[in-house]
């Protein structure tokens, strides 16, 4: 089946730590995007890919990065350094041959700071 | 900058009847896209519906269709004969970048009651 795949889905994580969601697709999309979601709020950009080892950052960027090492991958790490950090992750692709094509959506990742 | 704003945090409808989601948009772009995305309890985002702002026609899908007031900078939703399953976050995006990025706004919960 194609699609986007995110794991894990429930990610728990210790004051301090550093923790590693992976976005996973075989659509052959170009072009990738994080996504945090808040309650009460919409999605907000973390950061976003356009071609292999290149990214940029989004609104939101402190506290995270990102590696784009292969098409299909798209991995997001949450650094000690985001204040917090608790929140809902949307990973999401696109072709972007067409600049305005539609961006696609995986199950998302739930991070929750103990 | 651009910014999307979705004025009703909650919206109720019986099986059957209609809804309207209302959304206003503010871009100085004079080409963009306009997204309606859907987001159940499962948490995955599903896009519903969209539309080109040089297209005059108002787009329409299944059940789902959009009026779309480019001068007004309104692009509201109507879902007709609702369904339990329509139970969902309803989120308003805009696209103006050619790099994709999304500007969503804060989400309209609608909950579908037999």
């Known amino acids: 089946d194609g699609g986007i795949t995110q794991s894990p889905k429930y990610l728990f994580r210790k004051e301090g730590q550093n923790v590693t969601l992976s976005c996973e697709q075989n659509?052959?999309?170009?072009?990738m995007y994080w996504y945090r979601q808040d309650p009460g709020q919409g999605l907000r950009l973390i950061y976003y890919?356009?071609?292999?080892?290149?990214?940029q950052k989004g609104d939101i960027a402190e506290g995270y990065s990102v590696s784009r090492e292969k098409k299909e991958s798209f991995p997001l790490t949450v650094t000690s350094a985001q204040k917090n950090p608790t929140a809902f992750y949307l990973c999401?692709?696109?072709?972007?041959?067409?600049?305005?094509?539609?961006?696609?959506f995986g199950p998302g990742t739930r991070l929750t700071v103990l | 900058a651009q910014t999307v704003t979705q004025s009703q945090p909650e919206m109720s409808v019986q099986e059957a009847e209609t809804v309207t989601l209302s959304c206003t948009y503010d871009?100085?772009?004079?080409?963009?896209?306009l997204f309606w995305y859907k987001q159940p309890p499962s948490r995955q985002m599903i896009l519903v519906i969209r539309?080109?702002?040089?297209?005059?026609q108002n787009a329409t899908e299944n059940r789902f269709s959009v009026n779309f007031q480019k001068a007004a900078k309104s692009f509201s939703l109507k879902i007709s004969d609702s369904q339990l399953g329509d139970t969902a976050m309803y989120f308003c995006?805009?696209?103006?970048?050619?790099?994709?990025?999304?500007?969503f706004g804060a989400g309209t919960q609608v909950v579908v009651t037999p």
């Open positions: 999401a692709s696109r072709w972007a041959a067409v600049s305005t094509d539609t961006q696609y």
């Open positions: 659509l052959n999309h170009d072009a």
């Open positions: 890919s356009q071609i292999v080892n290149d990214f």
């Open positions: 871009t100085s772009e004079s080409n963009y896209y």
């Open positions: 539309q080109e702002a040089y297209k005059q």
């Open positions: 995006a805009l696209l103006v970048s050619s790099w994709g990025k999304l500007q």
